[in-house]
């Protein structure tokens, strides 16, 4: 077992714990990875216990023979399911050029800074530079901290470029006046 | 008369045409092929004759020289060419312009009084020259907090052109990987960028970082906090064949190099197989918050890289011509006026955009 194959299971950000079992000859072995500044140790060593107990239980007990219930399938509703391009494309366009103004310009540096490519144009979107909603809610975050102007997800995604971000900072601080 | 060496190649055959259009004077054409230098000289817009002259020969050069009011080098090899040709225009009592030289040429002919009251205009082509002339119509008046440059697109190299791009490298000319920060060449800050949109380019490119010594002085010049240089290409193709022949090769030296030259050549023909040819050079300033409002992007594109150099080399000589470089050796980039520079490329046919927003 290769210690880099953990880490590159962990650096999924929403893996923050994990248990992975083998069966090694007559043995079972269990793996916990976690992410460790998540985790108080003494949790983990109770959750190790838990686990232990359970495995136990189970080897021990009837449990290799219950049958499990499982949930009846969900009604996807009329005109529901699943299907790709729910998400509207954008109603504003903005011009292209370069950040407008200083707010246009901080705006740019965080997505810059999130995103790892140059981010020198107004209309440069964050999804379409590579962004995802994870990046996206620490570009929430970057920019309260930065600029100082909470932007709630909702608006964000609805407009996220550098100047459908910046507008929504501009409206919000000027709310707050 | 204005004496134009190398003028049947990429560089000089557009320097002539622009140099006879802007009536600097009777013209001087110069080339080891004599033949394609009469059939150039007979097709400009004024009077021209062609000369046959092998830079190799110091007196064929002097002859060349002797008599020109401006000796234009649009001929390389730069390794080759360095400070030979200078010396020999100043010693015919002419002023010089070259298409290349960087610091190496530059060097060798400051100290002493090699120049005296002559000028010599050194890097007077697209990289280096229009590369660090142009960003500075971003900071004029104001110090900036970034400036980032972009340069590159798909061109096609010809062995020679490969052997110069294959000695761009060592202290002398660039840093790879490095920024400019706080004053001074942090290394290893940057890495290199894969498939990125980048304002102006017509299809995401590969964008590699080199803090040239024309982007060091650049940033001292402006007092800019950050500086981002990066050379840009199409496809990974350009850097790979660069850097295994930097592998390969035993040390760096012209006569090492060039069997390796048909590698890049090759790469090259490949990307422009596949892109067609496009050059672009993209500037964009993050000024300190709190300084006045100016221009944040400087975007030129153009088609023929070579051909741009050329009307580059064309403006360089006007300005020589005109009395608005003082005396000294010089690099372009230093010594030619932004806007001047901007206003001309503006009007130019071969430029096929340039603005400043």
New interface residues.
Partial sequence: VIAADYFHQLRTPQVAIEVRCFELGPEMVAVFSLVEELFETDQVTAAFAEFVALVDALADGSGWDRMPGLPDAVDPGSGGGLRLGLLPEPAVRHR????AD?LE?AVA?VFEELLE??V??RA?DFF??GGDSLLAVRAVVRLAKEVGGSVPVREFLADSTVAGVAAVVRARLGDQR | VIGILGATGAVGRTAAQRIAAYGLGPLRVGGRNVTGAADLAASLTAPAHAVRVDLNDPAELAAFCDGCRIVVNCAGPTYQVLDTVARAAFAAGADYVDIGGELAAKDALTGGDAAGDRIAVFSAGVMPGLSGLLPRLLAKGRPLRRLDVYVGGAAVFTPLSAVDALLTRGPRFGEPMAAWRDGRVAPNTLAPLHQVRLPGFPVPVHAWPYLTTEAQTLATDTGAGEVRSYNVFVSNRLPEALAATWAEAPDARPETLAPHAQTVVRASLRDHADFGAFYVMLFTARPRPGTPPGPTRVLLTAVDSYALSGVVMALATRAVSSGSVPAGVHLAAEVLDPDATTAALQKDALVGGLTIE
Avoid at chain 1, 96 to 99: A, C, H, L, R
């Fill in positions: 292209e050029g370069p950040p200083d310009q540096d490519v140059p020198l144009d440069a379409g530079l």
